[in-house]
């Protein structure tokens, strides 16, 4: 929603990475957590100009590119899912992030509580799906340079397909309904308080000359 301008004299960001990962595989089971730590030194963050005019129509304002002193993003990520012989599978994913500038003020564009829950089942070539889409409220932002806060939600997706192998070649057709709910919500990186869609339909063809490749399985990401 802002103009941006240069800044010739920015010096080049440095950061301080740590990360730890467990994980497991098996058969049935599988799941897998990681959590990080960043520090970032000459942080480049777009601040707000106030003494320059907008640039173009409908432009809250103009940004000019800064270093922050220093900054740190530390949050963690985890995944888990089951298999079983019946065609019955399941992915759920969460993940979460934190951060703060030197100043004290909340580093912009970080995700709230997410996760992704979705539940399938596939038989003789078809594959249904149930996907759930979730977020809490994002509350911790960043006012000094336009971030505003938004409202947690839950979306209901509903996936369904059949693929026809056809001498060693698969035909997949994917039909999936998404905001079955219609929910009215934006995410965390929607700036201009603009909406995501509503309830909408998606149909989808694909043909792979590889009769082992997948189709219909959606897997779900934070």
Known sequence: GYDYIGNASLKAEKSLQAEANLSYSGTIFRFSVTGYYHRLYDYILGTVKGEYPAFTIGSMGVKE?????????????ASAGFTLKQGLQSVNTLGYAYGRLSGGSPVPLLSPLRGINSLGYGIKGWHIQAEGDWA????????????????????????????????????????????????????YADWGNVYRPGRNYVVYISYAFDKTLGCCVSKAKP
């Open 65 to 77: 590119y800064t270093n922050i002193n220093s900054a740190f993003i530390t949050g963690a990520d």
């Open 136 to 187: 809490l409220a994002k509350n911790s932002v960043n006012t000094e340079i336009g971030e505003t806060a938004t409202a947690g939600y839950f979306l209901l997706n509903l996936r369904t397909g059949y693929k026809f192998v056809i001498h060693n070649h698969v035909l997949a057709i994917k039909f999936s309904v998404e905001n079955v709910l219609d929910t009215k919500y934006r995410e």
